[in-house]
């Protein structure tokens, strides 16, 4: 830990997550400037551990390096693990679709109306609040 | 005892909406402060969960004038922060394989144009050569060159750091306890770590906006929902635009890295309280048979990652956006229902005129939370 804390930033260069190709040095502002304090924020603003190999690689290193960084390594968590775990062909996960009963269909979202104005439960969709908003 | 504070504005959440506000408001002048129960991009939010979808098509009528002036500002967004938000306007189609529900799309198509919205219905070959690789099933589809998509994790924290850098205050790990209220008028946030006395108060705290507003005796009728989104790997470019297939759950692009986004409002778990989301196995199996069956190619494509956000849905699936009559300087901005990320820099905007000039134009009252009665409040 202390060998990354002490070393120059010349190493900022260092590829950490080779999925994704982030350094050491984005990392470092990651945490420094905008205050990542968990690897899952680190993740969510650099991609470190979005890649193929979901982090199987880099997990470890980033975690070292944001103890090393903040100075702690208490209560560091680690990556969320995403399923499906390893890579799952569309066309495989597809097959199993008719093992499963739920969910019904998605939740209900304006996309899957043949009609924007088909809102059941809508109080304002009235004729009324059409002519007042929409035209003008 | 906790620290006091003073800002002339309190942002309540930093996800899309939050961010924006926060990011207009510091442009405008005003001294204001975003805080967060959480880090930055820290929690399974709706903001973290977003297909990242900019869209005009396919919202109610009302709405499109609303998102006409959104989209409009994303035009010049990513010079104006400084930053690559992966901003592309390539276009939508909502697609359909059902010839009997053709007309009903030619019907919002020609509602949408009498909105002043750039939309036409695409048919068969033409329609199959503007989109390679779409199913020979699609028949027809509605089809909006103004549409398009942005990187939602990157786009909400630029428009931190560019707030930020405006002077506005951030307060991470800072979740807002209630809000304080003397007569009708609101004068304070407090907060877990401080109280900040303030005029204005902008409620964006997506599902979690619920209990705080109760602190004041105002109700919101949302409740939150998990949404599942899915990645592939990468691949070779291959699609430019986002696909939507009508009563169907998918909302599928390509984002610039080469990964495959699919969304589509399939239901996971999440539990706001705890912050817990996980995952329903269902929801992918049945969201990538939608996937095939609108994008044959990608049955050969694996998916890398599923994740769940928790986004606040509205009773009617329609925002509650804009000030609170009878209780002044309360600001809503939550309960979008899963189509807020496309309007997040009209909200900010909207919202900095109004703290600035008083001016809250025509085009937003009808996401008002009077439309529920009385400001659906209850005696404080």
Not at chain 2, 5 to 26: E, N
Not at chain 2, 169 to 184: F, K, S, T
Not at chain 2, 331 to 338: E, Q
Request: glycine fraction near 10%.
């Amino acid at each position: 830990m202390n060998e990354i804390r002490n070393s120059a930033q010349p190493d900022n260069d260092l590829v950490i997550c080779r999925c994704e190709g982030v350094t050491l040095g984005q990392i470092r502002t990651c945490i420094h400037e905008l205050g990542a304090r968990s690897v899952n924020q680190v993740k969510k603003l650099t991609r470190a551990g979005m890649g193929p190999c979901q982090g199987r690689t880099c997990a470890g290193l980033v975690e070292m390096i944001l103890a090393a960084e903040s100075q702690t390594s208490v209560g560091i968590e680690p990556y969320k693990s995403r399923p499906p775990v390893r890579g799952m062909l569309i066309g495989v996960l597809a097959a199993s679709a008719d093992q499963f009963d739920e969910p019904a269909g998605p939740v209900s979202v304006a996309m899957l109306r043949p009609q924007a104005s088909d809102y059941p439960n809508a109080p304002i969709m009235s004729e009324e609040i059409d002519e007042r908003y929409q035209t003008k | 005892m906790s620290a006091i504070k003073q800002s002339d504005a309190v942002v309540i959440g930093a996800g899309i909406i939050g961010a924006s506000t926060a990011y207009y408001l510091s442009k405008a002048g005003v001294d204001v402060t975003l805080i967060d129960s959480k880090g930055n991009n820290a929690s399974s939010t709706a903001s973290t969960a977003t297909a990242g979808g900019v869209r005009h098509q396919g919202r109610i009528p009302a709405e499109i004038p609303f998102a006409l002036y959104a989209i409009k500002l994303w035009t010049g967004l990513e010079e104006e922060v400084s930053t690559d938000l992966h901003y592309r306007q390539d276009g939508m189609t909502v697609l359909t394989d059902d010839e009997a529900l053709i007309p009903g799309l030619e019907e919002r198509v020609a509602k949408e144009q009498s909105l002043g919205l750039d939309i036409k219905m695409v048919y068969g070959p033409e329609m199959h050569e503007l989109i390679p690789g779409l199913s020979p099933l699609m028949l027809a589809g509605s089809y909006c060159p103004l549409d398009g998509h942005a990187d939602p994790m990157r786009t909400t924290n630029a428009l931190v750091e560019a707030a930020k850098g405006l002077g506005a205050h951030i307060e991470w790990h800072c979740p807002a306890e209630n809000l304080v209220a003397e007569g009708n008028r609101i004068v304070a946030v407090r907060t877990s770590k401080c109280n900040i006395h303030c005029q204005h108060v902008v409620l964006a705290a997506g599902a979690w906006s619920k209990p705080i507003a109760a602190t004041v005796g105002v109700s919101l009728p949302i409740q939150p929902v998990g949404l599942q989104m899915m990645v592939t790997s990468r691949r070779p470019h291959a699609l430019d635009q986002v696909l939507a297939w009508v009563g169907h759950g998918i909302s599928l692009k390509q984002v610039p890295s080469g990964g495959f986004v699919i969304g589509g409002g399939w239901p996971g778990h999440g539990d706001p309280a705890t912050y817990q989301t996980s995952l329903n196995p269902g929801s992918m199996a049945k969201s990538a048979q939608t996937t095939v069956g609108l994008f044959p190619s990608l049955a050969d494509v694996p998916v890398i990652r599923a994740w769940v956000g928790i986004e606040a849905f509205c009773v009617d699936e329609l925002e509650i956006l804009g000030p609170v009559p009878g209780l002044e300087g309360l600001i809503m901005a939550t309960g979008f229902s899963g189509h807020g990320f496309a309007l997040g820099p009209g909200v900010g905007s909207l919202i900095a005129d109004y703290v600035t000039a008083g001016k809250w134009p025509e085009m937003v009252r009808p996401f008002s939370i009077t439309r529920f009665g009385k400001n659906n409040q209850e005696d404080i």
